[in-house]
């Protein structure tokens, strides 16, 4: 089982400041994405990254592949309260069909 | 926003009684999805389905049995629950097996 381990688990901030979440793992991963999920709702995709070295903005929020394939970030800046949610990272190998879910970084953004 | 819809959306039941989750899409998806949610282990992979009565197992999928008889529905069996299935269950439908996955509203269940 590939494990992708997120850091950190939970992050407070006030609004305005910037952050970096964190997607590690030790396997190789032909594709990832980002969602991102608020209370009672299902996770909603944010992002997919392919190729090894890649950045993607959205907005405030800037995505990055690591060149090998094994981890990426998201670097949220100026945060605003709407930020707050449950941001999940999740990739594909290539030798499994089935997406693997991180475990999940909790924002809260206050005022 | 995907056509997924979820029932029930809440369902508290007893230790050992059956339940079952539907999940009905609009988009005519061919891959559909049951996870579920837990505290400290993100979403896991308890079955999938890529096609009409084609179906596969995910990392946890002790306990709970699927079906899928018509495109748009994706039904999750708990043949006799367990306080431990105790949990919010999430349907996810997509294009092909690489593309992004958009998810339903989630069922909350609680066994007792």
């Known amino acids: 089982t590939q494990l992708l381990e997120q850091s950190p688990q939970f992050l407070s901030i006030q609004e305005g400041e910037n952050l970096t979440v964190y997607c590690n793992s030790s396997s190789v991963f032909s594709s990832l994405q980002w969602y991102r999920q608020e209370p009672g709702e299902g996770p909603v995709l944010l992002v997919t990254?392919?190729?090894?070295?890649e950045v993607k903005k959205l907005k405030r929020l800037t995505f990055q592949f690591g060149d090998a394939r094994k981890d990426s970030s998201l670097h949220i800046t100026a945060a605003q309260t709407g930020d707050t949610g449950l941001y999940l990272c999740?990739?594909?190998?290539?030798?499994?069909?089935?997406?693997?879910f991180g475990t999940g970084t909790r924002l809260q953004v206050t005022l | 926003d995907a056509g997924i819809t979820q029932s029930p959306r809440h369902k508290v039941t007893e230790t050992g009684t059956p339940v079952t989750l539907r999940c009905h899409q609009t988009?005519?998806?061919?891959?559909m999805y049951w996870y579920r949610q837990d505290p400290g282990h993100g979403l896991r992979l308890i079955h999938y389905?890529?096609?009409?009565?084609?179906?596969d197992k995910g990392e946890v999928s002790d306990g709970y049995s699927v079906s899928r008889s018509k495109t748009e529905d994706f039904l999750l069996t708990l043949e006799s629950a367990t306080s431990s299935q105790t949990s919010v269950y999430f349907c996810a439908i997509s294009v092909t097996i690489l593309y992004e996955q958009y998810f339903g509203p989630g069922t909350r269940l609680t066994v007792t």
């Open positions: 999740a990739g594909y190998t290539g030798t499994a069909s089935k997406l693997t």
């Open positions: 389905s890529y096609g009409v009565k084609d179906t």
């Open positions: 990254v392919v190729t090894g070295g």
């Open positions: 988009e005519n998806h061919r891959y």
